[in-house]
């Protein structure tokens, strides 16, 4: 089983739909857990950074942690064209510097 | 703000030459790091370094070697390019363990 499990898609919504992405994971140590979008031919920028479980919000955004089922969730609400990217998943126990990416999603807003 | 540069945003190089890709960060962060990103493999850590001149491999660092003379600049070098390096190469710093890391803009390298 790989560490860290995302769809990789393609997922293709309408303007102003709202977006489920995903991932799962097997290791129980991981607490610290990003998202970070990418756009085509760019490096990947942090969106969004949790600790352990539970729920933040950031403007159109919310990240969400459920460590008893080692599930981690990003709802975009209200998406937009310029959401179009790809999203990565990232996770790390805190203990050394590695960080465990998911493959990533790529998402497609369409106007 | 925190910014790292690569520099270089893309590179063509031939099999067998050495090659170096640079990587600076302004924000005075201890850890550095460097991945390659390739469709279906998502990004594979190769080497960081969490100190001037102190080194350790990922999970790959076969083909490549890095350099940390000074804590804002970290080095990739291929000694000798070979196709299957062909790949975007991503720069990262951290100011800690527990932070989220900072990415450059990558570099696409095409190696012939």
């Known amino acids: 089983q790989k560490e860290v499990e995302q769809d990789p898609g393609p997922l293709s919504v309408p303007e102003g739909a709202i977006v489920s992405l995903n991932c799962t994971y097997s290791?129980?140590?991981?607490?610290?857990f990003m998202w970070y979008r990418q756009y085509s031919r760019k490096g990947p920028e942090l969106l969004m950074y949790?600790?352990?479980?539970g729920n933040k919000e950031d403007g159109r955004f919310t990240a969400q942690v459920d460590k008893s089922s080692k599930y981690i969730s990003l709802f975009i609400r209200d998406s937009q064209p310029s959401d179009s990217a790809t999203y990565l998943c990232?996770?790390?126990?805190?203990?050394?510097?590695?960080?465990?990416f998911g493959k990533g999603t790529l998402l497609t807003v369409n106007p | 703000d925190v910014k790292v540069t690569q520099s270089s945003r893309y590179l063509v190089k031939r099999t067998g030459e050495k090659v170096f890709l640079e990587c600076v960060q302004d924000?005075?962060?201890?850890?550095m790091f460097w991945y390659r990103q390739d469709p279906g493999l998502g990004l594979r850590l190769i080497y960081f370094?969490?100190?001037?001149?102190?080194?350790e491999k990922g999970d790959i660092p076969e083909g490549y070697s890095v350099s940390r003379e000074k804590k804002e600049r970290f080095s990739l070098i291929l000694e000798s390019a070979s196709t299957n390096q062909t790949s975007m190469y991503l720069c990262?710093?951290?100011?800690?363990?527990?932070?989220?890391?900072?990415f450059g803009p990558g570099t696409r390298l095409l190696v012939l």
């Open positions: 290791n129980s140590a991981f607490q610290y």
């Open positions: 990262a710093s951290t100011v800690g363990v527990q932070e989220t890391q900072y």
């Open positions: 924000m005075d962060h201890e850890n």
């Open positions: 949790t600790y352990s479980s």
């Open positions: 370094s969490y100190d001037v001149k102190m080194k």
């Open positions: 990232a996770m790390t126990g805190g203990s050394n510097y590695k960080l465990t």
